[in-house]
């Protein structure tokens, strides 16, 4: 039986570089989590309270699947204890997921681990997490939608840019 030596592995293919990976967590996902939270919290709409224990519920989630993020980047140590205001944990979550993965080494993050090793690969692990995150974003923007339908125009907001808006110029024809 041959033993695979840890520098010689290639690199996996399927997991995108570390630099999307933190570009995802810290731009996309934490800008929408934070249109969410003003949506329900800050907006100054009424709120039914049977809504705000779901919302609430489906934020807490969120923090969880951060919290674990943070914990699989850490390779299980955790980011101490998060305080319990939702405003304040969520933010302690984000900041510690982020600076968790931000501490990786993005070279070892897209390289499989040996297979005599048999251990798991950094990589996929955190993809999985990564994808966790999105996904209660995704569970979470039915409920907020419910109590204030204005929150799709917001996330939708940012989704078409025109490098080139038309103008009097652009209006004038060529020939």
């Given at each position: 039986m041959q033993v695979e030596v840890s520098n010689d592995v290639e690199e996996m293919r399927h997991v995108p570089p570390l630099a999307y990976l933190i570009h995802k967590l810290d731009r996309d996902y934490r800008e929408r989590a934070d249109k969410l939270y003003w949506a329900v919290y800050e907006s100054g709409r009424e709120?039914?309270?049977?809504?705000?224990?779901?919302?609430?519920?489906?934020?807490r989630g969120l923090c969880s699947a951060l919290e674990h993020l943070g914990r699989a980047a850490r390779r299980g140590r955790g980011n101490g204890q998060p305080p319990e205001a939702l405003r304040l944990r969520l933010d302690?979550?984000?900041?510690?997921?982020?600076?968790?993965?931000?501490?990786?080494?993005?070279?070892?993050?897209?390289t499989r681990s040996a297979c005599n090793l048999f251990d798991r690969s950094s990589g996929e692990t955190l993809l999985g997490c990564l994808t966790l995150v999105g996904d209660k974003l995704r569970r979470l923007v039915p409920l907020v939608a419910a109590v204030n339908p204005d929150v799709y125009e917001m996330l939708l907001a940012k989704l078409v840019v025109q490098e080139h808006p038309v103008n009097e110029q652009t209006l004038k024809p060529i020939a």
């Open positions: 709120i039914n309270p049977e809504s705000l224990k779901e919302i609430e519920k489906g934020f302690h979550c984000w900041s510690g997921a982020s600076k968790a993965l931000s501490s990786l080494d993005a070279k070892d993050f897209t």
